[in-house]
């Protein structure tokens, strides 16, 4: 039982360089987020999604994109990546309805020189 | 603005001994809550959550109090044990928000010596 699985694990970019990270979950659910986790603030949301094909912007959405293609699948993009943006990146994930708990994967550590 | 905020960043107490963590919130559409642990290197899980609708929740050694009017609410864990070592993560969340999201606290670190 897999879970909500993250990958890459640790990435190094330079500034402006581009990439994805990829979530995948395993648990059906309908709802899926990104969040970023910095010293001393907390987990911010990023982007989530309510369905296939769906996003929408969370706290902090700017140099950011999203795609839910797939179900499983939630892609949080960088596109020209800056300082700013080294983090550890969580993606989570939950069923639709009520007051579901979010399941977490084990991170993203990114560093952006 | 910080909607759920964890005022101490870190919190030290005896093996045995009672850990109490805080948390406090302004927006008052929140009505439910949660309590997330997380160890180094692992993503954050689900520890124990309390619905406005009550002010106690226990689940074994954990319990969590609210308190409505104050806009506060802890975390109690006795006895605290080695393993409880962690960083606890307050959060919550609002009936008409979309898609169950959740608000977080910037965490407390919490160490419990042998």
């Known amino acids: 039982n897999a879970g909500v699985t993250q990958t890459p694990k640790f990435r190094v970019l330079k500034t402006g360089q581009s990439m994805t990270l990829l979530c995948a979950q395993d648990m059906n659910h309908e709802y899926m987020y990104w969040y970023r986790q910095d010293p001393g603030m907390g987990l911010r949301l990023i982007h989530y999604s309510v369905g296939e094909g769906t996003t929408a912007k969370g706290e902090v959405p700017d140099g950011y994109n999203v795609s839910r293609l797939k179900k499983q699948n939630f892609l949080l993009g960088l596109e020209s990546a800056a300082p700013s943006q080294t983090s550890v990146y969580f993606c989570a994930s939950n069923p639709s309805g009520g007051r579901n708990i979010q399941y977490f994967g084990a991170g993203t550590r990114l560093s952006v020189l | 603005d910080q909607q759920v905020k964890q005022n101490s960043p870190s919190l030290s107490v005896q093996e045995g001994r009672i850990s109490i963590l805080n948390c406090d919130y302004t927006n008052s559409m929140f009505d439910y809550f949660l309590w997330y642990k997380k160890y180094p290197a692992e993503g954050p899980t689900f520890l124990i959550s309390i619905s406005s609708i009550k002010d106690k929740n226990e689940d074994g050694r954990f319990t969590v109090f609210l308190n409505k009017s104050a806009k506060h609410l802890s975390l109690h864990i006795v006895p605290s044990q080695p393993g409880d070592s962690a960083v606890y993560f307050c959060?919550?969340?609002?009936?008409?928000?979309?898609?169950?999201?959740?608000?977080f606290g910037e965490g407390t670190q919490l160490t419990v010596n042998p």
């Open positions: 959060a919550a969340s609002a009936r008409e928000t979309s898609g169950s999201r959740l608000t």
